[in-house]
T-cell receptor, first 112, second 110 residues
Framework: KAGVTQTPRYLIKTRGQQVTLSCSPISGHRSVSWYQQTPGQGLQFLFEYFSETQRNKGNFPGRFSGRQFSNSRSEMNVSTLELGDSALYLC???????????FGPGTRLTVL | DAKTTQPNSMESNEEEPVHLPCNHSTISGTDYIHWYRQLPSQGPEYVIHGLTSNVNNRMASLAIAEDRKSSTLILHRATLRDAAVYYCIPGTSGTYKYIFGTGTRLKVLA
């Protein structure tokens, strides 16, 4: 079974721009969560989607948003990029009935 | 949110066993304990999880204390490919929101 895939793997943007990251979960997994990893803050939860509904949200500004489609694929959007948004963005999927999450390789975002 | 305490770093010789400890004294009674590892520039990789009794899989073993306030991830024979940051994560109490600590950076010496 294919794992979680994320596209693109690397991205360079400038301040003020917006960016959209994509995540395809493991087949059959209906939940997708997003995390941000930075050297200073470590791994932090952004939000979780299940059956196209956001069910939980971390402590991030409204510039960070996401959505999930009917095929469980998810996108994350960051508007008005700031230098501090440079990070590895990770997506994780899980089956609806379990707690165990499986992570993708991440998208490395650099904001210049 | 349950908090975890792990050593910042550990070293092991290749082909020797490694015991990675984790304290999670505030874990809720029904939450599983998950362990992940993260190699440089990769996403966290699932290693093992358990609730009360000890668990084994092809990657590792998990020993859980009787009071569930701590657990130990056991790599039976460390290899150079096991060099990574290891995270223990208590269950989410239904929020499905993983709280990552700083993890333990394992260095394996050839």
């Amino acid at each position: 079974k294919a794992g979680v895939t994320q596209t693109p793997r690397y991205l360079i943007k400038t301040r003020g721009q917006q960016v959209t990251l994509s995540c395809s979960p493991i087949s059959g997994h209906r939940s997708v969560s997003w995390y941000q990893q930075t050297p200073g803050q470590g791994l932090q939860f952004l939000f979780e989607y299940f059956s196209e509904t956001q069910r939980n949200k971390g402590n991030f500004p409204g510039r960070f948003s996401g959505r999930q489609f009917s095929n469980s694929r998810s996108e994350m959007n960051v508007s008005t990029l700031e230098l501090g948004d440079s990070a590895l963005y990770l997506c994780a999927s899980r089956m609806g009935s379990t707690d165990t999450q499986y992570f993708g390789p991440g998208t490395r975002l650099t904001v210049l | 949110d349950a908090k975890t305490t792990q050593p910042n770093s550990m070293e092991s010789n290749e082909e020797e066993p490694v015991h990675l400890p984790c304290n999670h004294s505030t874990i809720s009674g029904t939450d599983y304990i998950h362990w992940y590892r993260q190699l440089p520039s990769q996403g966290p990789e699932y290693v093992i999880h358990g609730l009360t009794s000890n668990v084994n899989n092809r990657m590792a073993s998990l020993a859980i204390a009787e009071d569930r306030k701590s657990s130990t991830l056991i790599l039976h024979r460390a290899t150079l490919r096991d060099a990574a940051v290891y995270y223990c994560i208590p269950g989410t109490s239904g929020t499905y929101k993983y709280i990552f600590g700083t993890g333990t950076r394992l260095k394996v010496l050839a």
